[in-house]
């Protein structure tokens, strides 16, 4: 009965571990997606200068993603 419970245990804390690990590293990838403005011509898109916040590549689907 120990045995079981300690197995059990040791699967959640991992399990947990793994979707953690996973949440973390998709929230990084997800963060800030950033393209060059060379890399948003090449797309399709056009670069515009929002003032005192920088560039923005709005590409042809109506999406923006931040130039770099």
Known sequence: ???RRLLGLALATAALAGVSAL???TAQAAATPTVTSA???DQ???V???PYDGSVCVLP???RVTVT
């Open 39 to 41: 890399e948003c011509t």
């Open 1 to 3: 009965m120990r045995i």
């Open 61 to 63: 689907d109506g999406s």
């Open 44 to 46: 399709g898109g056009t």
């Open 23 to 25: 949440g973390a590293a």
């Open 48 to 50: 515009r200068t929002i």
